[in-house]
């Protein structure tokens, strides 16, 4: 297989412990046949907690993605990128349909998952609004440990959402989400997710989901462990404002910080992607992506999710005609 512009099928973990996935379904023009299906990994190299191959993406000639990235890793990935992460990608992208609220959770960062899980990243993420509403952000009010782990012990909620900054959010606003800072995403919104390839989540709350979070929700480390991964300071109105950045037209959407982590860009026609491993979740219209100043071409159209070589070169988003507009998802610079 040449390596150029591949387009990836769903990739839906099957019996995920909250709902959704018919927005996924709708967008990707698929049938909806239900079951809690609410995340679509893109592009995976890393499966979920626990799992051997459950998540990995697989290229349409069979091969698993993490398999022939390490067998090849310059021209999936160029010598910059080699040079200083090896063939670690750095990057998952999913879809991820909130069918219900979220619980309260959070990711550790990389010096935690290090320290006691072995793990090489943490999990710092993005999201990119699809459909909005409203999530839960960090804490307005420092919490006591002794506090939390009494309420998360009771499963005694409430006091917890209070305690927390609840953002409304639309389509096209981006909100980055720190490793540490305890979060949750509220029913109904659809968003494009961008983070560190790893699926490392600390419940503080699972009631009336589909997990034994007692058994579950600590990834093995016992809550006493597991909650000092959480930041349970004061985040003031400022500080979660830096964090949110709401819709503009192309370019960049993160807010600044991300760079460290993962880049997204909104594209349309006429756009010019530098050569380099990403992942293309096209958002409207139709068109291709064309490598420069040559003849091959990758058609795409919305709900298409495209994964990119660096191989393939520089490409141009073409149109059909009408408009055409797509996230363009990368890991961090390497240089």
């Known amino acids: 297989m040449s390596l150029s512009p591949i387009s990836l099928p769903g990739n839906r973990p099957p019996d995920r412990f909250y709902a959704g996935g018919e927005r996924i379904a709708e967008f990707r023009g698929v049938p909806w046949t239900g079951g809690n299906l609410p995340e679509d990994w893109i592009g995976a190299t890393n499966t979920l907690h626990g799992e051997e191959v459950l998540g990995l993406s697989v290229l349409p000639d069979g091969r698993v993605l993490r398999d022939a990235v390490q067998a090849d890793p310059v021209a999936w990935l160029g010598a910059a990128h080699v040079a200083r992460f090896g063939t670690d990608t750095k990057l998952l992208t999913k879809l991820l349909d909130a069918g219900q ?12 998952a290090a320290q006691h899980l072995g793990r090489a990243h943490g999990k710092t993420e993005a999201w990119v609004i699809l459909r909005g509403g409203s999530v839960h952000l960090g804490f307005a009010r420092a919490l006591p440990r002794a506090e939390v782990h009494r309420l998360v012990q009771e499963q005694d909620v ?15 606003d981006a909100v980055l989400v720190p490793a540490r800072m305890p979060h949750a995403i509220g029913e109904g919104v659809f968003l494009v997710e961008v983070q560190e390839p790893e699926d490392l989540s600390i419940l503080m709350e699972w009631r009336g989901f589909a997990i034994d979070g007692e058994r579950d929700g600590h990834l093995g480390l016992g809550f006493d462990l597991a909650l000092e991964a959480a930041d349970l300071t004061a ?15 192309s370019g960049s959407v993160l807010p600044g910080q991300a760079a460290e982590f993962f880049r997204v860009d909104r594209i349309a026609a006429g756009a010019v992607l530098d050569a380099g491993f990403g992942v293309v979740v096209v958002t409207g219209g139709s068109g291709r992506l064309r490598a420069q100043g040559g003849e091959q071409a990758t058609p795409v159209r919305a ?9 393939a070169g520089e490409l141009v988003l073409e149109t059909d005609g009408g408009d055409v507009e797509a996230l363009w998802c990368r890991p961090p610079v390497a240089g």
Do not use: K, N, W, Y
Not at 101 to 112: E, G, I, K
Not at 303 to 311: D, N, R, S, W
């Open 303 to 311: 709900g298409q999710t495209v994964l990119v070589p660096h191989a």
């Open 101 to 112: 609220r979220l619980p309260v959770h959070v990711h550790p960062d990389t010096a935690f």
């Open 235 to 249: 985040c003031s109105t400022e500080q979660v404002g830096r964090l949110v950045r709401r819709a503009e037209g």
């Open 158 to 172: 409430q006091p917890l959402l209070a305690a927390m900054h609840r953002i409304e959010v639309a389509p096209g």
